[in-house]
């Protein structure tokens, strides 16, 4: 089946700090990628999607200056939490598909605690 | 009202159960139609496509109704590692492709 990888799988960082989180399409090429949150035993919340080479579309009250998207390949899309605070802290999962009729694949998530 | 709706559960069933779950969607451009699996503290899983004739995949069984719009999953011989949430999942296409998330339904299968 699809494979997608995300990276890194914990991040324990101080406030203030701003963190990277990877996700990469391992074996198809991810046409559109999306990023979610999720609180502990809430349902996945879409933050944005993003198409290669595009800016990304935020959802309504997700900051884009806060949650910088780039997807600059087929294979690739980063999220960076600028300057991350405590209220940050979440699990992020990324996840990509094919095409527009495909169902997505997700990442295993990254698990930020922002101290 | 939600565009995509399930019951949240919990369902608790004893292991060897057959247990079923609905989830409706509101949007007649809904197109295609997945169930997910989520476990804690882990990422969704794609469990299975779901289509008007059907899909069978081992004890799992996934069915369409387009007229009624709902999709449903039915679990049969249920096992311990079945306690799961269940997301049901929908793409439509009303100027542009959107996937839609259910909430999703919580299994617990005890022993």
């Known amino acids: 089946g699809a494979v997608v990888s995300q990276h890194p799988s914990w991040v324990i960082c101080k406030s203030g700090t701003s963190v990277k989180i990877e996700c990469r399409s391992l074996d198809f090429q991810a046409t559109t990628m999306f990023w979610y949150r999720q609180f502990p035993k809430q349902s996945l919340m879409l933050m944005a999607t993003s198409n290669e080479g595009s800016k990304a579309t935020y959802e309504q009250g997700v900051e884009k200056d806060k949650f910088l998207i780039n997807h600059a390949s087929l294979t690739l899309s980063t999220l960076t939490v600028t300057s991350a605070h405590p209220e940050d802290s979440s699990f992020y999962i990324c996840?990509?598909?094919?095409?527009?009729?495909?169902?997505?694949?997700f990442g295993d998530g990254t698990r930020l605690s922002i101290l | 009202r939600k565009e995509v709706e399930q019951d949240p559960g919990p369902f608790n069933v004893p292991e060897g159960a057959t247990v079923a779950f609905n989830c409706t969607y509101s949007?007649?451009?809904?197109?295609?139609f997945f169930w997910y699996r989520q476990d804690c503290r882990k990422e969704p899983k794609l469990l299975m496509s779901?289509?008007?004739s059907g899909n069978e995949d081992g004890r799992f069984t996934a069915q369409l109704n387009r007229a009624s719009q709902y999709i449903s999953l039915l679990i049969r011989d249920s096992k311990l590692s079945d306690s799961a949430t269940y997301l049901c999942?929908?793409?439509?296409?009303?100027?542009?492709?959107?996937?839609?998330f259910g909430a999703g339904t919580r299994l617990f299968v005890k022993a």
């Open positions: 999942v929908v793409i439509r296409n009303t100027g542009g492709f959107k996937t839609i």
């Open positions: 949007n007649s451009a809904s197109q295609s």
């Open positions: 996840s990509a598909r094919e095409s527009r009729n495909q169902p997505q694949h």
């Open positions: 779901v289509y008007s």
